[in-house]
């Protein structure tokens, strides 16, 4: 696709449901990476895929937190369980993983989607 | 642990004028990568530019440089001319070679006055 796109734009649940959120990232892009980003802050980095192996998720904030990249494309971060305090925008991202002969380039550039912006009341 | 600090919350410049927005950081490594990302109201983060820490030359991008003091751990975005476009906000970022996650500052939010 042309860029990182993500579904809902919006959701609001109340407090208890279970959600997911989608990630489609740009065509090619190994690297997958979602966000949690509160009102009037920065992104915080929650957990980062490259094709379907979750190499980090030290940034989930509990075990209500669960993502996944089954086939290396599509990702879903899914909340059970959902406390007020989880609302937030949620960022995703893409990157090309380059791997030259002899070696591994990492730190491309991250291309964001807008956001999912979750809302529990 | 890194940290990246953005000290100025707001910031406003003239349009056509010059605004330089301020970013420091903390780490004990020594090869790293800072970045700096727009974000719009639309929200979504585009990258503006990126500063590869064992380049001495600090790097350009049209409108936008930026002033690395690796000494002083000091990474500021410099718009040059700016415009009523240029008008989101702005996170500075970090990321250690070879990890993939960024550290994002709070941001500053950027008025341009036409």
Not at chain 1, 12 to 33: E, T
Not at chain 2, 36 to 44: G, I, T
Not at chain 2, 71 to 85: E, N, R, T, V
Request: charged share 20%.
């Amino acid at each position: 696709g042309a860029g990182v796109s993500q579904s809902p734009r919006y959701k609001v649940a109340k407090r208890g449901q279970d959600v997911a959120l989608r990630c489609d990232p740009i065509s090619g892009h190994v690297s997958l990476f979602w966000y949690q980003q509160a009102l009037g802050q920065g992104p915080e980095f929650l957990t980062y895929f490259q094709n379907e192996a979750q190499l980090d998720k030290s940034g989930l904030p509990s075990d209500r937190f669960f993502a996944e990249r089954p086939e290396g494309s599509v990702s879903t971060l899914k909340i059970q369980r959902t406390q007020q305090e989880d609302s937030a925008v949620y960022l995703c991202a893409s990157s090309f993983f380059l791997t030259p002969a002899g070696g591994e380039v990492g730190n491309q550039p991250q291309h964001f989607g807008d956001g999912t912006r979750l809302s529990i009341l | 642990a890194q940290t990246v600090t953005q000290s100025q919350p707001e910031m406003s410049v003239q349009e056509a004028e010059t605004v330089t927005l301020s970013c420091t950081y903390d780490t004990s490594e020594s090869d790293y990568y800072l970045f700096w990302y727009k974000q719009p109201p639309s929200r979504q983060m585009i990258l503006v530019i990126r500063q590869e820490a064992y380049k001495q030359q600090n790097a350009t991008e049209n409108r936008f440089s930026v002033n690395f003091q690796k000494a002083a751990k000091s990474f500021s975005l410099k718009i040059s001319d700016s415009q009523l476009g240029d008008a989101a906000m702005y996170f500075c970022a970090y990321s250690q070679t070879g990890a993939n996650n960024l550290f994002f500052g709070t941001g500053t939010r950027l008025t341009v006055i036409p």
